[in-house]
Protein backbone atom coordinates (compact mmCIF):
# COMPACT_ATOMS: atom_id res chain seq x y z
CA UNK A 1 0.00 0.00 0.00
CA UNK A 2 1.57 3.47 -1.29
CA UNK A 3 2.31 6.27 1.38
CA UNK A 4 -0.97 8.51 1.99
CA UNK A 5 -0.44 12.13 0.67
CA UNK A 6 -1.29 14.15 3.65
CA UNK A 7 -1.29 17.43 1.90
CA UNK A 8 -4.45 18.02 0.34
CA UNK A 9 -6.05 17.25 3.84
CA UNK A 10 -4.21 19.67 5.15
CA UNK A 11 -4.58 22.16 3.00
CA UNK A 12 -8.58 21.65 3.39
CA UNK A 13 -7.75 21.75 7.71
CA UNK A 14 -6.24 24.91 7.09
CA UNK A 15 -9.15 26.66 4.76
CA UNK A 16 -11.40 25.05 6.96
CA UNK A 17 -10.10 27.13 10.44
CA UNK A 18 -9.26 30.13 8.17
CA UNK A 19 -13.00 29.82 7.77
CA UNK A 20 -13.72 29.56 11.47
CA UNK A 21 -11.64 32.21 12.78
CA UNK A 22 -13.46 34.52 10.14
CA UNK A 23 -16.81 33.29 11.73
CA UNK A 24 -15.89 33.94 14.75
CA UNK A 25 -15.62 37.68 16.30
CA UNK A 26 -13.10 38.49 17.86
CA UNK A 27 -12.98 38.93 21.72
CA UNK A 28 -13.56 42.41 22.74
CA UNK A 29 -11.02 44.30 24.37
CA UNK A 30 -11.97 45.55 27.95
CA UNK A 31 -13.05 49.23 28.29
CA UNK A 32 -11.17 51.26 30.16
CA UNK A 33 -14.31 53.74 32.45
CA UNK A 34 -10.80 55.50 33.73
CA UNK A 35 -9.70 56.52 30.69
CA UNK A 36 -11.92 59.72 30.25
CA UNK A 37 -15.34 61.65 32.05
CA UNK A 38 -16.85 61.33 28.55
CA UNK A 39 -17.04 59.37 25.37
CA UNK A 40 -18.42 58.55 22.17
CA UNK A 41 -20.14 55.25 21.18
CA UNK A 42 -18.85 53.32 18.19
CA UNK A 43 -21.26 51.33 17.09
CA UNK A 44 -19.47 49.30 14.50
CA UNK A 45 -16.87 48.05 16.71
CA UNK A 46 -19.30 48.03 20.29
CA UNK A 47 -16.70 50.01 22.02
CA UNK A 48 -16.27 53.27 23.63
CA UNK A 49 -13.94 56.24 22.67
CA UNK A 50 -12.58 58.07 24.89
CA UNK A 51 -12.69 62.02 24.91
CA UNK A 52 -9.93 63.50 26.29
CA UNK A 53 -11.21 67.29 26.33
CA UNK A 54 -15.11 67.91 25.84
CA UNK A 55 -16.17 70.75 24.22
CA UNK A 56 -18.30 72.44 26.67
CA UNK A 57 -19.12 76.35 27.76
CA UNK A 58 -18.94 77.34 31.47
CA UNK A 59 -22.54 76.65 33.32
CA UNK A 60 -22.10 80.43 34.64
CA UNK A 61 -22.08 81.61 30.72
CA UNK A 62 -25.40 80.43 30.20
CA UNK A 63 -27.95 82.48 30.05
CA UNK A 64 -31.48 83.25 29.68
CA UNK A 65 -31.96 79.60 30.78
CA UNK A 66 -32.04 79.79 33.91
CA UNK A 67 -35.44 77.55 34.95
CA UNK A 68 -34.34 74.77 32.88
CA UNK A 69 -30.94 75.16 34.05
CA UNK A 70 -31.90 74.36 37.40
CA UNK A 71 -34.24 71.42 36.54
CA UNK A 72 -31.72 69.59 34.70
CA UNK A 73 -29.34 70.06 37.30
CA UNK A 74 -31.04 68.94 40.35
CA UNK A 75 -32.14 65.97 38.36
CA UNK A 76 -28.44 65.17 36.86
CA UNK A 77 -26.85 65.55 40.74
CA UNK A 78 -29.72 63.26 41.95
CA UNK A 79 -28.98 60.59 39.68
CA UNK A 80 -25.02 61.27 40.46
CA UNK A 81 -26.11 60.19 44.28
CA UNK A 82 -27.37 56.99 43.03
CA UNK A 83 -31.30 58.61 43.76
CA UNK A 84 -33.95 58.29 41.05
CA UNK A 85 -33.73 60.69 38.26
CA UNK A 86 -35.57 61.33 35.06
CA UNK A 87 -34.89 60.66 30.97
CA UNK A 88 -34.72 64.01 29.53
CA UNK A 89 -35.62 65.53 26.50
CA UNK A 90 -34.39 69.33 26.00
CA UNK A 91 -36.64 70.80 23.15
CA UNK A 92 -37.49 73.92 21.12
CA UNK A 93 -35.29 76.89 19.37
CA UNK A 94 -32.00 76.12 17.90
CA UNK A 95 -29.01 77.79 19.46
CA UNK A 96 -30.29 78.37 22.77
CA UNK A 97 -27.91 76.05 24.49
CA UNK A 98 -29.52 73.00 24.79
CA UNK A 99 -26.66 70.39 24.33
CA UNK A 100 -24.26 72.93 26.02
CA UNK A 101 -26.55 72.55 28.77
CA UNK A 102 -26.34 68.79 29.10
CA UNK A 103 -22.26 69.01 29.13
CA UNK A 104 -22.40 71.43 31.65
CA UNK A 105 -24.82 69.76 33.89
CA UNK A 106 -23.01 66.74 33.42
CA UNK A 107 -19.73 68.41 34.49
CA UNK A 108 -20.53 70.34 37.67
CA UNK A 109 -22.67 66.81 38.74
CA UNK A 110 -19.53 64.51 38.18
CA UNK A 111 -17.35 66.79 40.09
CA UNK A 112 -19.85 66.31 42.94
CA UNK A 113 -19.85 62.95 42.62
CA UNK A 114 -16.18 62.37 42.44
CA UNK A 115 -15.97 63.78 45.96
CA UNK A 116 -18.05 61.25 47.56
CA UNK A 117 -17.04 58.57 49.72
CA UNK A 118 -16.29 55.76 47.22
CA UNK A 119 -17.83 57.08 44.43
CA UNK A 120 -16.95 57.17 40.42
CA UNK A 121 -17.08 60.13 38.44
CA UNK A 122 -20.31 60.37 36.40
CA UNK A 123 -19.85 59.49 32.58
CA UNK A 124 -21.03 60.70 29.65
CA UNK A 125 -21.76 58.84 26.80
CA UNK A 126 -23.00 60.34 23.32
CA UNK A 127 -24.61 58.08 20.51
CA UNK A 128 -24.59 59.31 17.48
CA UNK A 129 -28.43 59.47 16.32
CA UNK A 130 -27.67 57.10 12.97
CA UNK A 131 -26.22 54.42 15.88
CA UNK A 132 -29.64 54.35 17.65
CA UNK A 133 -30.70 50.99 16.24
CA UNK A 134 -27.94 49.86 18.79
CA UNK A 135 -28.69 50.86 22.13
CA UNK A 136 -30.02 47.74 23.32
CA UNK A 137 -25.92 46.65 22.66
CA UNK A 138 -24.98 49.56 24.70
CA UNK A 139 -27.18 49.27 27.55
CA UNK A 140 -25.91 45.73 27.84
CA UNK A 141 -22.66 47.03 28.53
CA UNK A 142 -23.35 49.86 30.21
CA UNK A 143 -25.68 47.71 32.92
CA UNK A 144 -22.48 45.79 34.29
CA UNK A 145 -20.24 48.87 35.13
CA UNK A 146 -20.00 50.07 38.28
CA UNK A 147 -20.48 53.46 37.59
CA UNK A 148 -23.57 55.95 36.54
CA UNK A 149 -23.64 56.97 32.70
CA UNK A 150 -25.48 59.88 30.92
CA UNK A 151 -26.33 58.39 27.24
CA UNK A 152 -26.58 61.42 24.98
CA UNK A 153 -27.91 62.03 21.27
CA UNK A 154 -27.84 65.52 20.35
CA UNK A 155 -30.21 66.35 17.73
CA UNK A 156 -32.34 63.58 17.94
CA UNK A 157 -35.50 63.01 15.32
CA UNK A 158 -36.78 61.10 13.12
CA UNK A 159 -38.14 60.84 9.56
CA UNK A 160 -40.34 59.40 7.38
CA UNK A 161 -40.31 55.42 7.02
CA UNK A 162 -37.31 55.18 9.73
CA UNK A 163 -37.95 52.72 12.25
CA UNK A 164 -35.45 53.02 14.76
CA UNK A 165 -37.81 54.91 17.09
CA UNK A 166 -39.11 51.56 18.21
CA UNK A 167 -35.79 50.53 19.03
CA UNK A 168 -35.36 53.80 21.26
CA UNK A 169 -38.54 53.13 22.74
CA UNK A 170 -37.67 49.74 23.94
CA UNK A 171 -34.85 51.16 25.65
CA UNK A 172 -36.01 54.08 27.32
CA UNK A 173 -38.81 51.11 29.35
CA UNK A 174 -35.86 48.75 29.05
CA UNK A 175 -38.52 45.67 28.40
CA UNK A 176 -38.94 42.87 30.98
CA UNK A 177 -35.59 43.96 32.56
CA UNK A 178 -36.28 47.30 32.97
CA UNK A 179 -34.03 50.42 32.13
CA UNK A 180 -30.12 49.82 33.80
CA UNK A 181 -30.38 51.90 37.51
CA UNK A 182 -27.01 52.78 36.76
CA UNK A 183 -28.26 54.73 32.96
CA UNK A 184 -30.46 58.16 32.35
CA UNK A 185 -30.86 59.28 28.71
CA UNK A 186 -30.74 62.78 27.52
CA UNK A 187 -31.75 63.62 24.17
CA UNK A 188 -31.98 67.45 22.53
CA UNK A 189 -34.44 67.86 19.64
CA UNK A 190 -35.95 70.90 17.62
CA UNK A 191 -39.23 68.98 17.64
CA UNK A 192 -41.04 68.46 20.92
CA UNK A 193 -42.51 64.95 19.74
CA UNK A 194 -39.47 63.72 17.90
CA UNK A 195 -41.05 62.71 14.83
CA UNK A 196 -42.41 65.14 11.87
CA UNK A 197 -46.29 65.79 11.61
CA UNK A 198 -46.39 64.86 8.54
CA UNK A 199 -45.77 60.94 9.42
CA UNK A 200 -47.89 61.34 12.37
CA UNK A 201 -51.05 62.27 9.67
CA UNK A 202 -49.57 59.68 7.36
CA UNK A 203 -50.50 56.98 10.04
CA UNK A 204 -53.96 58.72 11.05
CA UNK A 205 -54.72 58.94 7.75
CA UNK A 206 -54.13 54.82 6.73
CA UNK A 207 -54.99 53.14 10.36
CA UNK A 208 -58.22 51.38 11.38
CA UNK A 209 -58.15 53.60 14.66
CA UNK A 210 -56.62 56.67 13.76
CA UNK A 211 -56.44 57.47 17.16
CA UNK A 212 -54.22 54.40 18.39
CA UNK A 213 -51.68 55.31 15.80
CA UNK A 214 -50.58 58.63 16.26
CA UNK A 215 -50.65 57.35 20.28
CA UNK A 216 -48.17 55.34 18.81
CA UNK A 217 -45.64 58.34 17.25
CA UNK A 218 -46.16 60.65 20.54
CA UNK A 219 -45.65 57.83 23.08
CA UNK A 220 -41.91 58.31 22.08
CA UNK A 221 -41.61 61.28 23.93
CA UNK A 222 -43.40 59.78 27.34
CA UNK A 223 -40.68 58.36 27.78
CA UNK A 224 -39.18 60.95 29.16
CA UNK A 225 -40.35 62.08 32.31
CA UNK A 226 -38.77 65.76 32.10
CA UNK A 227 -39.06 67.85 28.51
CA UNK A 228 -37.53 71.09 28.56
CA UNK A 229 -38.65 74.08 26.74
CA UNK A 230 -36.53 76.25 25.30
CA UNK A 231 -37.83 79.21 23.68
CA UNK A 232 -36.76 81.94 21.22
CA UNK A 233 -34.11 84.73 22.62
CA UNK A 234 -35.58 87.96 23.44
CA UNK A 235 -33.11 90.93 22.93
CA UNK A 236 -32.41 90.77 26.54
CA UNK A 237 -31.08 87.66 27.17
CA UNK A 238 -29.05 88.01 23.78
CA UNK A 239 -27.30 90.74 24.77
CA UNK A 240 -26.78 89.34 28.44
CA UNK A 241 -25.13 86.18 26.58
CA UNK A 242 -22.94 88.44 24.34
CA UNK A 243 -22.20 90.93 27.58
CA UNK A 244 -20.95 87.48 29.83
CA UNK A 245 -18.54 85.84 26.94
CA UNK A 246 -16.50 89.55 26.93
CA UNK A 247 -16.51 89.74 30.45
CA UNK A 248 -15.58 85.95 30.69
CA UNK A 249 -12.52 86.51 27.89
CA UNK A 250 -11.51 89.97 28.84
CA UNK A 251 -13.01 91.61 25.49
CA UNK A 252 -12.26 95.64 26.26
CA UNK A 253 -14.67 96.92 24.22
CA UNK A 254 -17.24 99.92 25.77
CA UNK A 255 -20.75 98.95 26.53
CA UNK A 256 -22.51 100.92 24.11
CA UNK A 257 -20.28 99.91 20.93
CA UNK A 258 -20.43 96.01 21.96
CA UNK A 259 -24.03 96.14 22.31
CA UNK A 260 -24.80 98.09 18.84
CA UNK A 261 -21.99 95.55 17.48
CA UNK A 262 -23.71 92.59 18.88
CA UNK A 263 -27.30 94.04 16.96
CA UNK A 264 -25.61 94.19 13.63
CA UNK A 265 -24.43 90.69 14.13
CA UNK A 266 -27.90 89.58 15.24
CA UNK A 267 -29.63 91.27 12.37
CA UNK A 268 -27.56 90.46 9.62
CA UNK A 269 -28.14 86.49 10.61
CA UNK A 270 -32.08 87.08 10.86
CA UNK A 271 -31.93 85.41 14.75
CA UNK A 272 -30.86 85.78 18.14
CA UNK A 273 -29.52 83.22 20.27
CA UNK A 274 -26.85 81.72 22.28
CA UNK A 275 -25.44 80.35 19.14
CA UNK A 276 -24.99 83.98 17.23
CA UNK A 277 -23.71 85.25 20.60
CA UNK A 278 -20.95 82.84 20.64
CA UNK A 279 -20.32 83.57 16.53
CA UNK A 280 -20.20 87.17 17.41
CA UNK A 281 -18.17 86.77 20.66
CA UNK A 282 -15.25 84.56 17.65
CA UNK A 283 -15.48 87.61 15.59
CA UNK A 284 -14.82 89.95 18.11
CA UNK A 285 -12.09 88.47 19.71
CA UNK A 286 -10.53 87.85 16.39
CA UNK A 287 -10.72 91.57 15.08
CA UNK A 288 -9.74 92.59 18.58
CA UNK A 289 -6.49 90.06 18.98
CA UNK A 290 -7.59 88.04 21.74
CA UNK A 291 -7.32 84.04 21.79
CA UNK A 292 -9.94 81.98 23.01
CA UNK A 293 -10.65 78.48 23.25
CA UNK A 294 -14.33 77.16 22.65
Known amino acids: MGDLDLNPIAERLDRL ?169 YATSNRRHLLPRDMMENERSTAINPGEAVEEKVSLSDRFGLWLGFHKCSQEDYLAMVHGYAAHFGLDLPEADLDWQALEWATTRGARSGRVAWQFTLDLAGRLGVAIEG
Not at 132 to 153: G, H, N, Q, V, Y
Open 17 to 185: IALIERAVPPARPPIDLDAADAFVWQAGSASLMPVPKVNRVEMALLKGVDRVRDILVDNTERFARGLPANNVLLWGARGMGKSSLVKAAHAEASRAAAKLPGGHALKLIEIHREDIDSLPELMTILKRADRRFILFCDDLSFDNDDTSYKSLKAALDGGVEGRPDNVVF
